[in-house]
């Protein structure tokens, strides 16, 4: 399969992937982007559910648990999901790694 199909990634995609590497429901995601971003990332509800959905039907996620009394699912990163993430980060490694000599002789 042709993983670059799915890159280049947003930032929101990138840090609901990066946080379903240990299996959480939406609200545990959203305080997840929170701290891997350090506050400078927030996910609005709407926006969360949007991409859950749009992850589940590209196989990238898996909903793993459905708690129907609280309305509460969890979804965790599927194996496709996680190759895609490391592409995609291998993308944004050489990214860094081309820009920086060139960078550091502008500063």
């Not at 990138?14 to 995601?29: K, N, R, V």
């Not at 993430?85 to 081309?98: A, H, P």
């Amino acid at each position: 399969m042709n993983l670059n199909k799915f890159l280049p990634m947003t930032e929101t995609t990138y840090y609901i992937l990066i946080s379903l590497l240990e299996p959480l429901h939406g609200y545990g995601i959203m305080l997840r982007v929170q701290s891997l971003s350090s506050g400078s990332v927030a996910i609005a509800p709407g926006t969360m559910y949007g991409a859950l959905e749009n992850l589940k039907k590209h196989n990238l996620i898996d909903l793993v648990d459905e708690d129907h009394e609280k309305r509460r699912k969890v979804y965790a990163i599927s194996d496709l999901g996680r190759k895609v993430l490391y592409q995609e980060y291998k993308r944004m490694q050489n990214l860094v790694n081309i820009s920086t000599p060139v960078l550091e002789k502008e500063s």
